[in-house]
T-cell receptor
Framework: EAQVTQNPRYLITVTGKKLTVTCSQN?????MSWYRQDPGLGLRQIYY???????DKGDVPEGYKVSRKEKRNFPLILESPSPNQTSLYFC??????????????FGQGTRLTVV | AQSVTQLDSHVSVSEGTPVLLRCNYS??????LFWYVQHPNKGLQLLLK??????LVKGINGFEAEFKKSETSFHLTKPSAHMSDAAEYFC????????????FGSGTRLSIRP
């Protein structure tokens, strides 16, 4: 089944403790992206990747890191989480090969709470 | 620069009545426009998309949207609401000038009254 898989689904952590949220897709998509969803703000893009070893900042990259060593995986790293990073996170992938965005497939989301 | 505005944060309709969720966009070039739906505690699912073909786009579950360039709108409609339509709906824009930028609206929560 074609899907985007995020882990974990739920995470409670303490301020400053490094964490990684994994994202994997099995559709051979070039494009992958991370979003955070906050009430009243919709989804805001954190980082995106056009292909392996190619990553770039979205609208809200502060406090986050990503890597794209393999096509299927795009982990989101919080080196020193803070309470303002408490949010619902979504990973997405897209078959976008040319410059036009066609459709994104989303993971189920990761609800992160930083205390 | 591209942007998208969902004009209503919450819409409530009775079951069996029409649904209208409004979306206006701003785009420098020819945009791609999408509607996604998010049911409670679920991920996002594509309802429909416009990518410069027919201006009236039909999606899943009886939803459709019309691209109106003169009004810069892409409103989502459904003739008859069903209880299962209760969810959050997001309008999304991406244009050719910045294909890596995908902008989400702030969302419209749709409630269905029995």
């Amino acid at each position: 089944e074609a899907q985007v898989t995020q882990n974990p689904r739920y995470l409670i952590t303490v301020t400053g403790k490094k964490l990684t949220v994994t994202c994997s897709q099995n559709m051979n998509h070039e494009y992958m992206s991370w979003y955070r969803q906050d009430p009243g703000l919709g989804l805001r893009q954190i980082y995106y990747s056009m292909n392996v070893e190619v990553t770039d900042k979205g609208d809200v990259p502060e406090g986050y890191k990503v890597s794209r060593k393999e096509k299927r995986n795009f982990p989101l790293i919080l080196e020193s989480p803070s309470p303002n990073q408490t949010s619902l996170y979504f990973c997405a992938s897209s078959p976008q090969g040319a410059r036009r965005f066609t459709e994104a497939f989303f993971g189920q989301g990761t609800r992160l709470t930083v205390v | 620069a591209q942007s998208v505005t969902q004009l209503d944060s919450h819409v409530s309709v009775s079951e069996g009545t029409p649904v209208l969720l409004r979306c206006n966009y701003s785009s420098s070039y020819s945009p791609s426009l999408f509607w996604y739906v998010q049911h409670p505690n679920k991920g996002l699912q594509l309802l429909l998309k416009y990518t410069s073909a027919a201006t009236l786009v039909k999606g899943i579950n009886g939803f459709e949207a019309e691209f109106k360039k003169s009004e810069t709108s892409f409103h989502l409609t459904k003739p008859s609401a069903h209880m299962s339509d209760a969810a959050e709906y997001f309008c999304v824009v991406s244009d050719y000038s910045s294909a890596s930028k995908i902008i989400f609206g702030s969302g419209t929560r749709l409630s269905i009254r029995p």
